[in-house]
């Protein structure tokens, strides 16, 4: 009850400020350009790392990027920044 209530009361504001949501609801902001990078905002961590896997926490699930010949090109707190051929992005649910 009380979850559902903190809900509408984030979009209540995010409508009313005109921010983006994903400042309020503290959702990832994902960037690709074309199928070669992926820059990933909002994260909670680095769950697996391999040269044709990503995986990170989120704060409502994982965010699991598949491909080839990945490589991280900038990692901070809650940012990174990925290179290779990605070939899938997977949102996954707790």
């Known amino acids: 009850m009380i979850r559902n209530w903190k ?6 504001l995010t409508n009313q400020m005109e921010l983006p949501a994903d400042v309020i609801v503290d959702l990832p902001r994902i960037t690709m350009i074309g199928h070669i990078h992926i820059y990933i905002e909002n994260h909670r961590g680095l769950l697996l790392f391999t040269d044709r896997e990503l995986r990170l926490l989120l704060k409502n699930g994982q965010l699991l990027v598949k491909g080839e010949s990945f490589s991280i090109k900038t990692i901070l ?5 990925l290179e290779g051929k990605i070939s899938q992005v997977l949102y996954l649910e707790e």
Not at 77 to 81: G, V
């Open 7 to 12: 809900n509408k009361m984030r979009q209540w």
């Open 77 to 81: 707190p809650e940012e990174i920044l």
